[in-house]
């Protein structure tokens, strides 16, 4: 389970403040996927992270009761003066895996070929994002966080290989994630929110979520 309660984040943008969450509340069963639709600009990315705990909120609470994935595309741990090699290995013992199953995962989901060896900073962005998803996948996670404006691959082997992964996981495991387009939201979940002015609006489908959403943004471009 994952809750927030009577949460708000907000920033400075220099000229005024730009409220993320105003005493949001609100639970994520295990189970009951998640859909979050947003316009680009609203903090979605803020959102995810302080789901995952990269980010702290201003006042409230977050609970997590469950094992919650760091946002898919997230680089964070990774050091990019070694190769995918040592990373892999490295992440696996902090989250108490075999390090073998996990580099041998990770190379064989990736398909970077002899680039498993060299270090990150030499990887295209596309390289980066491939072995990222592969890390998150590897591990074994309760709730898998997604933001749509994660850098994702243009490998057509690699994208089918990890579609099928994750489509799998999903038999067992929960989802939550945040964009702009509720045909993407289609794919992952049935219960959906809309972020609107801060406050999370929860709906038991997408279809009721897509009302507001559509009704708020019509005649905006999104």
């Given at each position: 389970m994952l809750e927030f309660e009577s949460v708000s984040k907000s920033f400075w943008t220099g000229s005024q403040r730009k409220v993320i969450l105003d005493r949001a509340s609100?639970?994520?069963?295990?189970?009951?996927?998640?859909?979050?639709?947003?316009?680009?600009g609203t903090g979605k990315t803020t959102l995810i992270n302080m789901m995952a705990g990269l980010e702290k909120p201003d006042e409230g609470v977050i609970r997590r009761e469950c094992r919650?994935?760091?946002?898919?595309?997230?680089?964070?741990?990774?050091?990019?003066?070694?190769?995918?090699v040592e990373n892999s290995r490295f992440i696996a013992r902090l989250y108490g895996l075999d390090p073998d199953y996990v580099e041998s995962f990770c190379r064989w989901l990736c398909g970077l070929g002899e680039y498993f060896e060299q270090p990150l900073g030499t990887y295209s962005s596309g390289m980066r994002a491939r072995f990222a998803f592969a890390l998150l996948l590897a591990l074994d996670f309760d709730i898998y966080l997604i933001d749509e404006g994660m850098p994702g691959s243009t490998d057509a082997e690699f994208n089918r290989k990890a579609g099928e992964l994750l489509r799998e996981r999903l038999r067992t495991t929960t989802v939550i994630i945040v964009s702009h387009q509720p045909a993407t939201l289609e794919k992952f979940a049935r219960q959906a929110a809309v972020l609107r002015d801060g406050k999370l609006h929860m709906f038991n489908?997408?279809?009721?979520?897509?009302?507001?959403?559509?009704?708020?943004?019509?005649g905006q471009e999104i």
């Open positions: 609100f639970r994520v069963e295990l189970g009951n996927s998640l859909g979050i639709l947003a316009p680009n919650i994935s760091f946002p898919l595309g997230f680089m964070g741990g990774v050091v990019s003066r070694v190769s995918a489908t997408l279809e009721e979520a897509k009302q507001l959403y559509e009704y708020d943004t019509q």
